[in-house]
C-alpha cells in the first residue's frame, strides 16, 4: 500500500497585520429585495468565463427570508435574480454556492419546513437561471438541519455538508452526496467521542472523488475540537482526525483546502476561539 504524507497545516488567526494597497474598482453592485429592508449575502463564486454568482438571504413579501441567488456579468450587469421561499413561508438562508463548469449553479443552506423545523435546502439553477432541481434534507428527529458549505466534483456531483440534529446525540455532522440528477447517493453523520455538537463548516472534493469536510466536535473533556473526515467516493469513511489545541478549548476549523499535488490539506481556525493572544502555526502529519 502507497501511503501519502498529509499535512494538516492549522492556522490560528488573532492578528494580521494589513498592508494598504492600492486597489482600483471596477463596479460595485447591490441589490435590495422586494420588502426594502435586511439583505445580507453569506457567500461568492465566479465561473471560467468571469460570471459572478453571489447568494444569501433576503426579506421577502409575507415570506420572512428568502434565499437570493444573483448571476452577475463580468461588467457587474445582472443576468438574473432567483429567489426561493421554502415550505414554510418561514426563514431560508443560502451560505453556500458553487458553479461547474457547464454553468450550472448550485446553492444550500437552511429552509423551514412544514413540521420539520430547519431542513436543509439544496438548489440546482440552469445558467439561464431556471431551476433544474431542489432538494431537502431532513434529519431524524425532525429537527434543526442546517447546511453550511458546497463542493461539485468534476462529474457534476454536488456535495453538502453542515450539523443536524441526532437522535440523543445533540448536532451530528450530515454530509450528502447528490447525483447530477439531484438523487441522493449517499448521506453520512458522524457523531464525536462528546456525544454533544459536531458542526460541519467546510467541504472539498479531490479529483478522485474522496470528499473532506471539516469543522468542530465536543470531544471528552477537550472542549471542541478540530474534526477532519475523509470519505471513500462511496461514503466510506478512509479516516477521522482530530486536533485539540494547547490550551483544551474550543478549536474550531472553518475552510479547508487541498494543494495542487492533493496531498496537503490546510484549515483555518474562527478567530477569537483559540484563547491565544499571539498568531500560531500547528503543522500536523498523518500518513494514510
Given at each position: 500500500?502507497?501511503?501519502?504524507?498529509?499535512?494538516?497545516?492549522?492556522?490560528?488567526?488573532?492578528?494580521?497585520?494589513?498592508f494598504a494597497?492600492?486597489?482600483?474598482?471596477?463596479?460595485?453592485?447591490?441589490?435590495?429585495?422586494?420588502?426594502?429592508?435586511?439583505?445580507?449575502?453569506?457567500?461568492?463564486?465566479?465561473?471560467?468565463?468571469?460570471?459572478?454568482?453571489?447568494?444569501?438571504?433576503?426579506?421577502?413579501?409575507?415570506?420572512?427570508?428568502?434565499?437570493?441567488?444573483?448571476?452577475?456579468?463580468?461588467?457587474?450587469?445582472?443576468?438574473?435574480v432567483?429567489?426561493?421561499?421554502?415550505?414554510?413561508?418561514?426563514?431560508?438562508?443560502?451560505?453556500?454556492?458553487?458553479?461547474?463548469?457547464?454553468?450550472?449553479?448550485?446553492?444550500?443552506g437552511?429552509?423551514?419546513?412544514?413540521?420539520?423545523?430547519?431542513?436543509?435546502?439544496?438548489?440546482?439553477?440552469?445558467?439561464?437561471?431556471?431551476?433544474?432541481?431542489?432538494?431537502?434534507?431532513?434529519?431524524?428527529?425532525?429537527?434543526?438541519?442546517?447546511a453550511?458549505?458546497?463542493?461539485i466534483?468534476?462529474?457534476?456531483?454536488?456535495?453538502?455538508?453542515?450539523y443536524?440534529?441526532?437522535?440523543?446525540?445533540?448536532?451530528?455532522?450530515?454530509?450528502?452526496?447528490?447525483?447530477?440528477?439531484?438523487?441522493?447517493?449517499?448521506?453520512?453523520?458522524?457523531?464525536?467521542p462528546?456525544?454533544?455538537?459536531d458542526?460541519?463548516?467546510?467541504?472539498?472534493?479531490?479529483?478522485s472523488?474522496?470528499?473532506?469536510?471539516?469543522?468542530?466536535?465536543?470531544?471528552?473533556?477537550t472542549?471542541?475540537?478540530?474534526?477532519t473526515?475523509?470519505?471513500?467516493?462511496?461514503?466510506?469513511?478512509?479516516?477521522?482526525?482530530?486536533?485539540?489545541?494547547?490550551?483544551?478549548?474550543?478549536?474550531?476549523?472553518?475552510?479547508?483546502?487541498?494543494?495542487?499535488?492533493?496531498?496537503?490539506?490546510?484549515?483555518?481556525?474562527?478567530?477569537?476561539?483559540?484563547?491565544?493572544t499571539?498568531?500560531?502555526t500547528?503543522?500536523?502529519?498523518?500518513?494514510i
Open positions: 500500500m502507497i501511503k501519502r504524507l498529509v499535512l494538516l497545516v492549522v492556522m490560528l488567526l488573532v492578528s494580521i497585520p494589513v494597497q492600492t486597489v482600483d474598482t471596477a463596479w460595485v453592485r447591490r441589490y435590495n429585495g422586494p420588502a426594502d429592508t435586511t439583505d445580507e449575502a453569506y457567500a461568492v463564486a465566479v465561473d471560467g468565463s468571469g460570471n459572478v454568482y453571489v447568494t444569501g438571504k433576503s426579506w421577502g413579501s409575507g415570506t420572512d427570508y428568502d434565499y437570493a441567488t444573483i448571476k452577475y456579468k463580468p461588467d457587474g450587469d445582472t443576468v438574473w432567483r429567489r426561493y421561499n421554502g415550505l414554510a413561508d418561514s426563514t431560508d438562508e443560502a451560505y453556500a454556492v458553487a458553479v461547474d463548469s457547464s454553468g450550472n449553479v448550485y446553492v444550500t437552511y429552509s423551514e419546513g412544514t413540521g420539520t423545523n430547519y431542513d436543509y435546502a439544496t438548489i440546482k439553477y440552469y445558467p439561464n437561471g431556471d431551476t433544474a432541481w431542489v432538494r431537502r434534507y431532513d434529519g431524524p428527529l425532525n429537527n434543526v438541519d442546517e453550511m458549505d458546497i463542493a466534483d468534476d462529474s457534476n456531483n454536488v456535495y453538502v455538508t453542515g443536524s440534529v441526532g437522535s440523543g446525540t445533540g448536532y451530528d455532522y450530515a454530509t450528502i452526496k447528490y447525483k447530477p440528477n439531484g438523487d441522493t447517493a449517499w448521506a453520512r453523520r458522524y457523531n464525536g462528546g456525544n454533544s455538537v458542526a460541519a463548516h467546510a467541504i472539498i472534493v479531490d479529483d472523488g474522496n470528499v473532506y469536510v471539516t469543522g468542530e466536535s465536543f470531544g471528552s473533556g472542549d471542541y475540537d478540530y474534526a473526515i475523509k470519505y471513500k467516493p462511496d461514503g466510506d469513511t478512509a479516516w477521522v482526525r482530530r486536533y485539540n489545541g494547547p490550551d483544551n478549548v474550543g478549536d474550531v476549523a472553518s475552510a479547508i483546502v487541498l494543494d495542487s499535488s492533493e496531498s496537503t490539506i490546510q484549515m483555518e481556525i474562527l478567530p477569537g476561539c483559540e484563547d491565544t499571539d498568531p500560531l500547528v503543522t500536523i502529519e498523518l500518513r
